[in-house]
């Protein structure tokens, strides 16, 4: 993930002409909140119809969307990963 996170970081200033990463950049956060949108819907409309091999499709239709939105904004994967381990923290001292 992290790998491609940096992709994703270096198509930021591509050519949107040659790069769908560019692109989706070039659209706006809006656009780009509505993919991660359409692709969460999918992946749940996949894991509903049991599809398994279309459910890990979708799913990495949705990270790597997720991804440029986070980059869009100006945030990191390990941001997101530092409010799971917070999380998990809390949980931990609940039980």
């Known amino acids: 993930m992290s790998e491609l ?10 050519d949107a002409s ?4 560019a692109r989706l950049f ?5 656009y780009v909140s509505q993919k991660v949108g359409e692709e ?3 992946t ?7 599809d398994a091999r279309e459910t890990a499709e979708e799913s ?3 990270l790597y969307h997720l991804l440029v939105l986070l980059q869009q904004k ?4 390990n941001a997101v990963i530092q409010v799971l381990k917070t999380r998990h923290g809390k949980i ?3 039980n």
């Open 60 to 62: 990495a239709d949705l």
């Open 40 to 42: 969460a819907v999918e």
């Open 5 to 14: 996170e940096a992709v994703i970081a270096g198509r930021k200033t591509a």
């Open 74 to 77: 100006g945030l990191s994967l």
């Open 92 to 94: 931990n001292e609940t």
């Open 18 to 21: 040659t790069s769908y990463t």
């Open 26 to 30: 070039n659209e706006g956060i809006k």
């Open 44 to 50: 749940a409309l996949a894991a509903t119809a049991g």
